[in-house]
């Protein structure tokens, strides 16, 4: 098989796991936005990890039915803390509970595992998953649990929904049924969190979670509709971020995490400018059109200011023009400084290639041939010291020169490209006295000042 | 002539059933390093760690207990390359000034050791960990046990000159036996050398050099990095193409990754101690690389019989 076939089979169980994740998560999103609870899941997944920690110092493995148990019992506690603290909801936010129930959570774990015998440390990695990884019969198994919690949230769906709506419960008279409706809430979104963490890690759950319901949510109020778009684009994002990562060579959960924030960035652009009519389009296209100016503008001052007042400290900005342009130091230099500097950079490379090879040469003589001698090894790495010693030489010989240019070029090219920025700065405010009254109409007139001007 | 008879009987029993009077108080940062430094010092000394085994000393996290030790020690025995790197502020917060670099109760067991992958003094992370020097895995050679011995007896005699013989002689003991294990060891896995193998990290060099294993690619070649799907698909169609043998797998680091090339390859994934203690079956050095020995030398010989 070829690299690529391994590709195709590698991503095929991540794309079919994404699918599932989304399906659930970005309904429990939903609800979990309108109850104004979004870091929920966090805490209940480190709650269950805390039952799983404490499965561990008992004796059992995490993986087995009693490992299982007492993460679902830590999990209710959760859930039950999460349902009786919504009373509280009246006087303080329930974010701050759930923050609160985050650390102490997370806090109790570290300091279950620090009493654990032999490999604790291991524990706190098996509750982390990576979706790469993930198995067909890890697929199947996850199908299955979230197939049976949706028949479930189906049967309820009304009282569910109308908790979800209202933040007071009122449409319950009944208190102990709304609390038991919240209850099996907070209990199902548990068990889902927390196998799906294990499965795809804390950050992209959390993503899957949020994002395609807000985005979902942007666009329309039809809890029908809200889920049909964030299920399409939570899914599409995925599948992009799944294959950015394969093309990139990147990690794949931070990816996706990535390709999902790109998304929401995309659905906020579509409805600002595309969802809605001419007029408003227009305004809001030069609206875009003259920040992003000012904002540039504001970046090559602030970028040449920097450079006038250090020209040796880091310039991200000149860097990347000076790549973009492929102009370096060695133009703003004398010759026999841009010859030294040229060298020194040759030498860089030549130096860490020596440091290199001498490095491929031992590792081939650990297998093959006559192993080295301990004296022979002493001798390669007294050697590898030299040429990296000589590395760093060059290397500082380097950025000397330079920071030498760079003082060059804070006459040649901050002082002109600051008085170039100014003036456009100054005539883009000249040409925006509508978009500055616009601002000034849409500022609320503060009650005093109404009372004070007749 | 009874009395003093019975008097001197008496001294010498007193000193060897308490020998921790006098004893030494001896810090080593990992398991591994007092388990030699106890080998060496008998009831000279008294030895104590830092990390606790199984846990990954690159992320380990110092509590008070440790300074408490660290105050009341006389000697210190680290494993250097900015592995431990943690200890030195660790030893200043004590201000015990006998441990710090260059105290007479201080010595780093790299000196002397033939170093691996030379990285430079800064901190470039190539090759996985963000080593100082060299890769730090030094230990798990147990040839290099022989000059680690040599070094934490040297600072012992200077710590504690009235017990030369007795450390040496130790010593000396200790580098017998185990030069007859290494025969044993290197026997075991003679007929598997140039054996191919995958590791889930950089931790292997000195023993593959040591046992003659080419390691050929790493399944987390960035610490805490997980490994992008790419890199995975790289590393299995390598390990398919060079007929890799075995996943070598260390037992603290997360599972998936090594468990799912495993499965694809259809080799076996063979867990390995990396510290004394980290497993019931490595209680000391010479169990540690029995341990380790005997696991490869199982997985090879279970893929062709």
């Known amino acids: 098989m070829t690299v690529t076939s391994d590709a195709v089979a590698l991503l095929a169980m991540p794309l079919a796991a994404s699918v599932v994740f989304v399906l659930i998560h970005a309904y429990l999103g939903v609800h979990v936005l309108r109850r104004k609870v979004v870091f929920a899941d966090l805490a209940l997944a480190q709650l269950s990890a805390l039952g799983a920690s404490v499965a561990f110092a008992n004796g059992y493995d995490v993986k087995s039915a009693a490992g299982f148990a007492y993460a679902l ?9 999460l349902t009786f603290t919504r009373g509280l909801a009246r006087t303080m936010s329930q974010e701050a509970i759930v923050g609160i129930l985050y650390v102490v959570a997370t806090a109790a774990t570290i300091l279950v595992v620090d009493q654990s015998p032999l490999g604790a440390e291991h524990v706190k990695k098996i509750l982390i998953g990576s979706i790469l990884t993930v198995t067909g019969e890890d697929v199947a198994k996850l199908a299955a649990l979230y197939a049976g919690i949706a028949v479930v949230h189906w049967l309820i769906r009304r009282p569910l929904l109308a908790l979800s709506r209202d933040e007071s419960s009122a449409p319950y008279r009944n208190r102990a049924a709304a609390w038991s409706w919240d209850f099996v809430f907070f209990l199902s979104f548990g068990v889902v969190v927390t196998s799906s963490v294990t499965t795809a890690g804390v950050l992209l759950v959390f993503s899957l979670l949020i994002v395609p319901a807000v985005i979902g949510a942007a666009f329309s109020k039809r809890l029908g509709l809200v889920l049909a778009i964030a299920w399409g684009v939570g899914i599409a994002a ?17 990816t996706m995490v990535m390709a999902l924030a790109a998304s929401l960035v995309l659905a906020g652009a579509v409805k600002a400018f595309i969802v809605v009519d001419a007029g408003i389009r227009r305004t809001r296209l030069r609206m875009l ?10 970046c090559v001052v602030a970028s040449s200011a920097w450079l006038i007042v250090n020209p040796s400290g880091d310039q991200p900005l000149l860097a990347l023009l000076e790549r973009a342009a492929h102009v370096g130091p060695p133009t703003f230099l004398a010759r026999t400084e841009a010859e030294t500097y040229e060298s020194a950079v040759r030498d860089i490379v030549r130096f860490q290639s020596e440091a290199d090879r001498l490095d491929a040469m031992e590792r081939a003589a650990r297998y093959q041939g006559v192993p080295l001698a301990d004296d022979e090894i002493r001798r390669i790495a007294s050697y590898q010291q030299n040429y990296n010693e000589m590395t760093r030489g060059e ?3 380097r950025d000397v020169l330079q ?6 070029e804070r006459w040649v090219i901050g002082v002109p490209a600051a008085v170039v920025a100014l003036a456009g700065l100054a005539l883009c405010l000249r040409l925006m006295p509508g978009a500055m009254r616009a601002i000034r109409n849409a500022t609320p007139t503060p009650p005093f000042l109404k009372r004070a001007i007749p | 002539m009874r009395a ?27 398991t591994d390093l007092a388990s030699l430094t106890a080998e060496v010092g008998g009831d000279v000394v008294v030895v104590d760690s830092i990390v606790p085994p199984g846990v990954d000393p690159e992320a380990f996290e110092p509590r008070p207990a440790d300074l408490e030790k660290l105050r009341n020690a006389g000697a210190l025995v680290r494993v250097g390359l900015g592995y431990d ?21 201080d010595v780093d067991a790299s000196l002397g050791v033939p170093l691996l992958e030379i990285r430079g003094r800064g901190v470039v992370n190539q090759a996985g960990h963000a080593h100082g020097h060299a890769n730090p895995h030094y230990w798990l050679d147990p040839e290099n046990a022989i000059i680690m011995t040599a070094g934490i007896a040297e600072m012992l005699v200077r710590r504690a000159p009235e017990h030369r013989e007795r450390i040496v002689a130790n010593r000396e003991r200790f580098v017998g036996k185990l030069r007859a294990q290494l025969a044993r060891w290197t026997d075991a896995l003679a007929p598997h050398a140039g054996s191919k193998v995958i590791a889930y ?21 960035k610490a805490g990095v997980a490994p992008s799907p790419a890199h995975l698909a790289r590393v299995i169609s390598k390990g398919r193409s060079k007929q890799v043998k075995a996943i070598l797998h260390e037992p603290y680091e997360p599972e998936n990754a090594s468990r799912f090339v495993a499965q694809k390859l259809g080799v076996p994934l063979v867990k390995l101690a990396t510290s004394v203690r980290s497993m019931p079956e490595t209680a000391d050095y010479s169990a540690l690389i029995d341990y380790n020995v005997t696991a490869i030398a199982r997985a090879f010989a279970a893929r062709n019989p």
């Open chain 1, 395 to 397: 290397r500082f010989v």
């Open chain 2, 4 to 30: 003093a008879l019975f008097g001197v009987a008496l001294v010498a029993m007193l000193s060897i059933a308490t020998p921790s009077h006098a004893a030494l108080r001896v810090v080593a940062t990992t």
């Open chain 1, 403 to 408: 920071a030498k240019a760079r003082a060059r």
């Open chain 2, 201 to 221: 990290h950089n931790t292997w060099p000195y023993f593959a050099r040591r046992f003659r294993l080419d390691i050929v690619d790493f399944i987390e070649p």
């Open chain 1, 238 to 254: 995925c599948a992009a971020g799944l294959g950015g990562s394969y093309a990139l060579d990147l990690p794949t959960g931070a």
């Open chain 1, 289 to 298: 059109a003259r920040t992003t100016t000012v904002g540039a503008l504001l």
């Open chain 1, 73 to 81: 019992a830590f999990t209710a506690i959760g859930a039950a803390l």
């Open chain 2, 85 to 105: 790197f943690w200890v030195d502020a660790l030893v200043a917060r004590a201000g015990n000034k006998r441990l710090m670099r260059g105290g007479d109760g």
